[in-house]
């Protein structure tokens, strides 16, 4: 199972984010994730930036509503029972009126906030799961071959749910702890400056202590984000392959590999939650030491005349308020480390960039004649090289088979001429443009490719081979289904084109897939067909049919054909035989098989298999 990752822009290594902090290098790295993230979260913001503002401001009348009931505590106490004493009940109906009103505008701003704030998280989260997949559907075949659909799915689900966390709950504690400790401080200050600097200087150890516990909990989380990706990517692998699994009894093998996966997600887990423990315990602490320390001095200032009981009563329900919403802010702050690990993955997914870019200046062909040429190209994947100054020229409706050994760079031609990939060097050009310039729309009209396994998406027939065209009307989609022969099976479904293929195609065989995928080109109309192994899984039979709807669909046009069985190999026009990604046979099937060599052997190999 791959166990690699990528942030994009950053090197490939520091994705794990279990690197040693200590070194330069990993603090560099860590200040720019902690800086991609807060860039994504920003521009995810910016679009609402308004209803941001809304919140804000419920979220300050909230507050004002929220800090005022100690001080209608403290009038009331001070002046409300003194002037009741005397009769005048009025200042005591005040501070009670007050009280209750202030509850009240605080209930109902909570109702607000949490109603415009649900709203904007929603909203946000949807932007960000249509950005991660409309950029992962945009990345190159390169990509997606190093980073797994499961970690993919990882990114799209809990990382996900993690910022989904921090929106719809934290932000709203976040926002309302830091309002109100912000305020009672002043509050504090202004009732009476020795206790406020008792209370304030329970800040200094505060301080530390939230430096240590954001680093234990930040590298906590990096860890978590790469731990549940993995379980994911095993989780996603074993489903997939659960044909497999079954038949080479693998299911305790995987068991013991899922229970190691989510062994070190669970690990990494508690590492943050000792940072968040420690920090939420410190703080209680700290919450009650002080506290006790402004009740006896406070009891002394009250004796001494300075200051008076209703001001000390004040002061111990700030004090609960005060150290409350810290309390609070350590479970925010849990929250948004996990928030800032997930966003720091994704925006690595969205700082890729695709290997092969769409020009700045499309040009389009103008003919659509099919004519293909691989000049001087050379290509490898990373630093061995496949194809060393190969030059091809495909004339306009030729079709040519490829033969040769596994890795002779057959396969690699096919997905340089699909533009899966760009060559290191040289141009492949279709009808006299640089593939480099033709827009990616444009070259999709004109150049499809059939692989090994027809895939098939859940939905009706009709949608499946309409996938060559979208646009195709019911009559054009029968009219491809009848031209490579589907007709007679979809007769025999119970809603004909419009019954529902399964999963995967699971209603059909892998022969009546592959006709689904040769109606699709035939539908579609391209200048070239690349065939990439699109026999090798069928059996006789199948393979009839498909050879059939094979002449249909390649008639009049250019084609590659990569194939094992030289039955395929029989309707070309043209066969080269690759070795080590350069051409040592060319010529037509008879040609090569008088001249002897080895598509010769080849031949003579595939006839034996047959008797």
């Known amino acids: 199972m791959a166990d690699s ?35 994504l979260l920003a521009s995810l913001l910016r679009p609402y930036k308004k209803r941001a503002l809304l ?60 109603t415009v704030s649900g709203k ?34 990882s990114r799209l689900t809990s990382d996900i749910e993690s910022i989904q966390a921090l929106l719809e709950t934290a932000l709203n504690d976040a926002l309302t702890a830091v309002l109100s400790v912000a305020t009672i401080a002043v509050i504090l200050v202004y009732l009476d400056v020795p206790l406020a600097l008792v209370v304030l200087a329970g800040f200094v150890p505060l301080v530390y202590l939230t430096r240590w516990a954001g680093r234990q909990q930040r590298r906590g989380y990096r860890k978590t984000r790469t731990a549940i990706a993995r379980v994911v990517v095993h989780f996603v692998e074993s489903m997939g392959s659960i044909r497999a699994v079954q038949a080479f009894r693998r299911e305790g093998r995987n068991n013991s590999i899922l229970a190691e996966e989510d062994g070190a997600y669970s690990d990494a887990n508690a590492s943050a939650f000792r940072g968040m423990a420690g920090f939420s315990g410190a703080i209680r602490l700290v919450g009650n030491i002080t506290t006790v320390i402004v009740l006896v001095f406070g009891s002394w200032r009250i004796v001494n005349g300075h200051i008076e009981i209703g001001v000390l009563a004040a002061y111990l329900l700030y004090l609960r308020r005060f150290y409350g919403p810290l309390d609070e802010l350590a479970q925010v702050f849990n929250a948004y480390q996990s928030a800032a690990a997930a966003l720091e993955k994704l925006s690595g997914v969205l700082n890729e960039e695709p290997a092969v870019r769409e020009p700045q200046h499309p ?77 990616d729309t444009d070259l999709r009209e004109r150049v499809v490719m059939v692989t090994q396994e027809a895939y098939l998406f859940g939905g009706s027939l009709a949608d499946n081979i309409r996938l060559g065209r979208p646009d195709a009307s019911d009559e054009e989609v029968r009219a491809a289904a009848s031209a490579v022969g589907l007709d007679e099976f ?22 009546q897939r592959q006709l689904v995928a040769f109606a699709r080109v035939f539908l579609a109309s391209p200048s070239v067909v690349i065939l990439d192994e699109a026999t090798s899984s069928l059996d006789v039979p199948s393979e009839r049919a498909v050879q059939r709807a094979l002449e ?56 034996e298999s047959l008797v």
Do not use: C
Request: aromatic share 8%; no cysteine; hydrophobic share 45%.
């Open 120 to 153: 904007l998280s929603q909203d946000v989260l949807f932007d960000l799961r249509r950005r991660v997949f409309r950029h992962a559907q945009g990345l190159s075949i390169s990509f997606h071959e190093r980073y797994t659909s499961g970690r993919v799915i």
């Open 363 to 439: 040009v389009v062909p103008s003919t659509r004649a099919g004519h293909v040429m691989f000049d001087d190209v050379t290509f490898g994947y990373g630093q061995v090289p496949v194809l060393p100054r190969f030059t091809l020229d495909v004339p306009p409706g030729q079709v040519v088979a490829l033969v040769g050994a596994t890795g002779a760079g057959k396969s690699t031609l096919a997905k340089l001429l699909a533009r899966f990939y760009d060559p290191k060097s040289g141009a492949v050009s279709l009808d006299g443009v640089d593939l480099t310039s033709i827009a």
């Open 55 to 114: 919140a804000m401001l419920i979220i300050l009348v909230d507050n004002a509503a929220n800090v005022a009931g100690p001080l209608f505590v403290a009038y009331a106490l001070d002046r409300g029972v003194g002037s009741a004493q005397l009769g005048n009940w009025g200042p005591l109906v005040i501070a009670a009126g007050g009280y209750i009103g202030a509850g009240a505008l605080g209930a109902v701003t909570t109702y607000f906030f949490l």
């Open 5 to 39: 990752d990528t942030t994009g822009l950053l090197p490939a290594r520091d994705w794990r984010g279990d690197a040693d902090e200590s070194t330069e290098d990993s603090v560099s790295v860590n200040m720019a994730l902690a800086k991609n993230s807060r860039t």
């Open 552 to 607: 249909t669909v390649l008639r009049g046009r250019t084609a590659l054909i990569i194939a094992h069985r030289l039955s395929t190999v029989s309707i070309a026009d043209r066969v080269l035989v690759m070795d080590q990604g350069r051409i040592v046979e060319d010529g037509t099937p008879d040609e090569l098989v008088e001249q002897g060599g080895r598509f010769a052997d080849l031949h003579e190999g595939w006839r």
């Open 490 to 511: 979809t007769a025999t479904l119970p809603d004909g084109l419009d019954t529902d293929v399964r999963k995967r195609g699971g209603r059909l065989s892998a022969g």
